[in-house]
């Protein structure tokens, strides 16, 4: 019997529930679509922020005043590690050398590195010509932008570079603006500046780049502690902290809005659910006559306002993934993926909001039938 | 001599200062057809919501099955609606979303188990067996009346009280109901009711008259 009356009473008061569900389905919509871009944007915001380089840094500790190098086997272990969190390493050896270019020459710092790495960790830098994305090339280099204008250098020019005696000739593949030290850098394959510096198997630092929040990040470099004794690793704090805030405001702008739009949708739900709470008050005050106790009464009107906040919760779900697909695309330039612990989630709000915004319901369980009766 | 079923004990009613029943007292015997009559405001529906329940009395007792209903709790209150009194309105007071089947079967579900079989048949014996899903709306006075009557006593109660159930209907139907009234007499049931009419007055085992909150008589049919 309960069924039949709470159908008949979803039924009777359809149009009035149908302006329920559609506050509860607006405000599912939004909170399945921002819930759902914290889950699954930021994820990838963070993945994103990766193109901005790196945020680690594995160094061998400061020796006198040689520049201090390390074994390029901790390459190794640290692939071996197989962390999860780690997107890209490149190894660095730099050497003090002197760059010429026709009849420019000046002192340059030279960078061997993994080109290929380099191109994919640093993606946002702008680059006048090609990358060079073969690891071991030899024959061709990347050059930063202030380089190559005091050595007065195009994609395409050659550039001489010598080292203790021993000398590189190199194509000019293209010229690169990071807005930083690297501008002033020529950057070539490793294994050549090894040769070069004759420093076969050395390397002067190693520059990791990891997904993840702060405590993520400083869970790597405990890993990378453990795993690399003697060597110093170094978060490279002003990037990782900036995107930390980043993402921080973010999440604090998504939760915000979603507690927003929860006292927004209650707040509709309130306003459908008072107009029926007096239509109703006759049937509640007839039903107590009739011996109806208030938490059997209150029961049948709590179950319409879960169906209520179950149908629009699914509603706004489906309408609220293909809002979250098209806030990533537009907003954070970022696909994101359906996940269905938002549903779960949205669902339980949207009944509680359903059951907030029910309290002009709630109340009728006060209605005395003897004033019904009397007509009051 | 059979035992009271409903003794009324000096009770008053106060609302607002303003005294809508004033040190009445009288017996009900099991089986009795009491009519409850007076002008407006005398205190007829005042009286019926007190041995109803839906009221409590400001001073003296209402005593109905032994049960003194106004020292109940809401919670005992509840289940004393539903099983010791069936209520019969002027206005029917069906509701307006159930069918006439459902809305006996309401009262079952407030009293205990709704049973579609049984609720069906009382709506049969009150000549509405083929108006079953029949929403109030649907249904002419009358057979809304009869709806109520069914509802009433689906539960078997052992007061049934009646605030003019004939008040709202023309000639042909009040007869209908009347009839029914008359069935349920002949049949046992204790009946108060609350008319103006005298001729329906009449037909009663007794009349109890009030006015201004006061009883003023208590009248025995010869019928």
Known sequence: MFWRILWRLLYASRARLALAVLAVASGAAVCTALLNLDLD??????????VLGANIVVSAPQNGDAAPTMDAVNIERIQQLHLQEVAGVAPYLYLSAEAQAGENDAPVIVAGTWLDEVARMNSWWKVDGNWVRDRDNRNDCMIGEAAAAKLGLVPGKIVKIRYGGREASLTVSGIATAGSSEDSQIFIGLPLAQELGVQKSQ?????????GSAPEIEDVIHRLSIALPGLEIQPLHQLAQAEGRLLERIRGLLFGTVLLILVLTSLGVLAAMAGLALERRRDVGLMKALGGSVRRIMRLFLAEATAIGFAGGI?????GMALSGWIGERVFSVSTTPRLIVLPATLALMVLVSLAGALPLRLLGRVRPSDILRGE | MMAALVQVEDISKTYAG????????????AGEWIAIMGPSGSG????????????????????VDGVNVGTLGERELTRYRAEKV??????????????????VMLAQYFHSVADEAEAAEALTRVGLGDRLDHL???LSGGEQQRVALARALINHPKLILADEPTGNLDEANELIVLELLRELHRSGHTILLV???PEIGRMADRRIELAHGRLMHIVANVN
């Open chain 1, 41 to 50: 944007a930021t994820d990838k915001l963070t993945r994103e922020f990766r």
């Open chain 1, 203 to 211: 390397v002067s630092l190693i520059q990791i780049s990891a997904n």
């Open chain 1, 315 to 319: 509603f706004g779900f489906i309408v």
């Open chain 2, 18 to 29: 303003v005294r809508a029943l004033d040190s009445v007292s009288f017996d009900v015997r």
């Open chain 2, 44 to 63: 007829k529906t005042t009286l019926i919501n007190i041995l109803g329940g839906l009221d409590k009395p400001t001073s003296g007792r209402a005593m």
């Open chain 2, 86 to 103: 069936g209520f019969v309105f002027q206005h029917f007071y069906l509701v307006p979303y159930l069918s006439a089947l459902e809305n």
């Open chain 2, 136 to 138: 109030p709306s649907e």
């Open chain 2, 195 to 197: 008319t103006h009419s």
